[in-house]
């Protein structure tokens, strides 16, 4: 069974950085690509950030270009997120995400990411 568990999440202020860490376990890390999600307060939970599993290939959402970066490193099974110039628009529980299946396949289709983990707060003020 996949596990992901994130961390680095926290409180900080508009135009601060701030970097997140997922550890993934569970099956051989560095054959599947690997995706960041978020879900604000009252909204659906929507696609951040994605990585091929050799890491040469990123996908992002358009209002994070630009000012998040994902990467990964697979000797040590962990996938990141480097969020810089954050925007108060940014505050959302972030989810590490990992996909069902598709070993070796880039890009993956959203809907194929079924293993969550459970989250970490990024609280930006403005």
């Known amino acids: 069974q996949v596990q992901l568990v994130e961390s680095g999440g926290g409180l900080v202020q508009a135009g601060d950085s701030l970097r997140l860490s997922c550890a993934a376990s569970g099956r051989t890390f560095s054959i599947y690509s690997m995706a960041w999600f978020r879900q604000a307060p009252g909204n659906e939970r929507e696609f951040v950030a994605a990585?091929?599993?050799?890491?040469?290939?990123?996908n992002y959402a358009d209002d994070v270009k630009g000012r998040f970066a994902i990467s990964r490193d697979n000797r040590k099974n962990t996938v990141y997120l480097q969020m810089n110039s954050l925007k108060p628009e940014d505050t959302a529980v972030y989810y590490c995400?990992?996909?069902?299946?598709?070993?070796?396949?880039?890009?993956?289709?959203?809907?194929?990411?079924?293993?969550w983990g459970q989250g970490t707060q990024v609280t930006v003020s403005s």
């Open positions: 990585i091929s599993w050799s890491g040469s290939s990123t």
């Open positions: 995400a990992a996909p069902r299946g598709t070993p070796l396949m880039w890009p993956v289709h959203l809907n194929l990411y079924g293993f």
